[in-house]
């Protein structure tokens, strides 16, 4: 199977330090597989302030 060559360095770079991927996982967790709060999400929606179609333009 073919494999370009970021891929081949990017195998052999994780080989050689699982601790980086280890890492990555780790953040990942922090960022994106979080637990969504809907309370939040509408309260965040509701508090919108509707924005001008052009905002530099003076009133």
Known sequence: MY???FTKFINGFLEKNP????ERRELRLTLWDRQVDLDDQRRWKESRV????YVYQPE
Do not use: L
Request: hydrophobic share 10%.
């Open 3 to 5: 494999q370009s060559d």
């Open 50 to 53: 509707p924005q001008k179609p």
């Open 19 to 22: 601790e980086v991927d280890n």
